[in-house]
């Protein structure tokens, strides 16, 4: 699933390769993936609008417009947005394509079709509770460590389930928070109150530079993903424990472990993560 580090790598692109083009049509191939409005009402009134920003809240891509109103699209577990510069051939796959004056596309396909796509105003976007619940954006000013500290003091929550609260933290999933831990070296399965106050300063470090270091690599390649050009990311070279059980800790030998914590598959070392 793409999380932040992914999520901002396709910003970066599409924000090199889409700003100032002008939306010339619209082909709706799956309507369960446009939230709002109809597809009708979207390939009457896109056409001639043109796009001025590209911004990113948590995993939400935020195509703005000319016009005050704003693209809302969410990838979900196996969305990808690619651009090309030619006309893009349908396949089954395909949920949208958005073409442009200038003979470009871009294509918006779904293996599992749960990405999402709202075309709104800007006093709509509120109506997206999903978007405006969200927490602080971990590489921004708003979040700092007595704002962690805060936080965990209000909820009786393991550390794994804290870091997928999107309310909490915007844009972490199960890759990353599973790298975060064990960077961090704590265990996924403690109560987060529990944490000591160097425990929370080395998980509040470990949350900024992994991120980090994962959009530098331009994100995490399973399977899915894919950076706005088409191309993979690389951080899974980097992985310490996600998608390695049985494999040894690169720090300290042992056998990587994984287990079910708050409902998702987590992978984590049951020496260096206490
Ligand atoms: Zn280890």
Redesign the pocket.
């Known amino acids: 699933m793409p999380e932040l580090p992914e999520v901002e790598t396709i910003r970066r692109g599409l924000e090199q390769l889409l700003l100032g083009r002008e939306f010339a049509a619209v082909e709706v191939c799956y309507q369960g993936s446009l939230k709002r409005p109809t597809a009708e009402e979207l390939q009457q009134k896109l056409p001639g609008r043109r796009v001025t920003s590209i911004g990113r809240r948590g995993k939400y891509l935020l195509l703005h417009l000319h016009d005050d109103t704003i693209l809302v699209i969410h990838l979900r577990m196996t969305g990808q947005l690619v651009l090309s510069n030619a006309a893009v051939s349908v396949h089954k796959h395909l949920q949208l394509i958005f073409s442009f004056t200038d003979g470009s596309c871009l294509a918006f396909s779904d293996i599992r079709k749960f990405g999402t796509i709202w075309w709104l105003t800007m006093e709509c976007l509120v109506e997206l509770k999903g978007l405006s619940s969200l927490g602080p954006e971990p590489l921004s000013a708003d979040f700092h460590f007595p704002y962690l500290d805060r936080e965990i003091e209000k909820r009786t929550i393991n550390v794994k389930a804290l870091l997928l609260n999107q309310q909490f933290l915007a844009g972490l999933g199960n890759i990353y928070a599973d790298e975060i831990l ?1 960077r961090a070296c704590v265990s996924p399965e403690r109560s987060s109150r529990s944490l000591t106050r160097s425990e929370r300063l080395a998980l509040f470090a470990a949350i900024r530079s992994v991120l980090e270091e994962a959009i530098t690599r331009r994100g995490t390649t399973f399977s899915d993903y894919r950076d706005a050009s088409g191309a993979a990311g690389s951080f899974q070279e980097q992985l310490q424990v996600y998608g390695r059980r049985n494999k040894p ?6 056998t ?1 472990e994984r287990k079910v914590v708050s409902g998702r598959g987590t992978h984590f ?5 206490l």
């Not at 070392?269 to 993560?273: F, K, Y």
């Open positions: 064990h800790c690169r720090r300290c030998g042992q990587i070392c049951p020496v260096c993560q």
